[in-house]
């Protein structure tokens, strides 16, 4: 079974420090993808990005950044210079290519606050 | 912004009335899921459909049925209310399996 552990429940950070936010997987297959969603406080739920475990380059995105390692089975995400806009619930999901594909497992999310 | 709706978007109803939930979407994507969310639980799928008239149970769903006689709409009725499942009720999208899923706006339901 596909599990999905964000350890840290809520991490809190002054505007411009840099955060890392840690995604720990758990999968038999070894086809599948991970995603980053991010949930503002207004509750809408926004993707951010899509990797699948045959591509382990590191992507980055503006200030956003992604550490895919299939050794430790992990997928951080790293915000630099951190900004009040980036309060918010961040998930970590995973779904598997198998008879499942398409059922994405979530993990539980990590709260950033960002304080000016 | 992918085309998905979701009604209503708040509901307050009592315990044992029944509820449906409709989602919406104007992309023509095959495959469509309702998840619920609450907190300290993430995102919980209940059930998902991979065509019209073909779903499948995800994790959550006992005392959740849901309907697809249409493409573009996915209903998720609650038969008979309970508080147990006061949640937000969120359902997504995807163009394929395994693929990116894009989230509606979700629903607030309460059940007193």
């Known amino acids: 079974a596909q599990k999905v552990t964000q350890a840290q429940t809520e991490i809190s950070v002054v505007e411009k420090e840099d955060v890392t936010l840690d995604c720990v997987y758990e999968?038999?297959?070894?086809?599948?993808?991970l995603f980053w969603y991010k949930q503002p406080p207004s509750g809408e739920l926004v993707f951010l990005i899509r990797?699948?475990?045959?591509?382990?380059q590191n992507e980055i995105s503006g200030r956003y950044s992604w550490n895919f390692q299939k050794s430790t089975s992990s997928f951080n995400f790293t915000i630099t210079a951190s900004q009040v806009v980036d309060s918010a619930v961040y998930f970590c999901?995973?779904?598997?290519?198998?008879?499942?594909?398409?059922?994405?497992?979530f993990g539980d999310g990590t709260t950033l606050t960002v304080k000016p | 912004d992918a085309g998905i709706t979701q009604s209503p978007r708040h509901k307050v109803t009592e315990t044992g009335t029944p509820v449906t939930l409709r989602c919406h979407q104007t992309?023509?994507?095959?495959?469509m899921y309702w998840y619920r969310q609450d907190p300290g639980h993430g995102l919980r799928l209940i059930h998902y459909?991979?065509?019209?008239?073909?779903?499948d149970k995800g994790e959550v769903s006992d005392g959740y049925s849901v309907s697809r006689s249409k493409t573009e709409d996915f209903l998720l009725t609650l038969e008979s209310a309970t508080s147990s499942q006061t949640s937000v009720y969120f359902c997504?999208?995807?163009?394929?399996?395994?693929?990116?899923?894009?989230f509606g706006p979700g629903t607030r339901l309460t059940v007193l």
């Open positions: 997504a999208i995807s163009e394929v399996k395994r693929d990116t899923q894009y």
């Open positions: 999968t038999r297959d070894t086809t599948y993808y």
């Open positions: 990797r699948n475990s045959f591509d382990e």
């Open positions: 999901a995973l779904s598997e290519a198998g008879t499942n594909a398409g059922k994405s497992t």
């Open positions: 992309e023509n994507h095959r495959y």
């Open positions: 459909s991979y065509g019209v008239k073909d779903t």
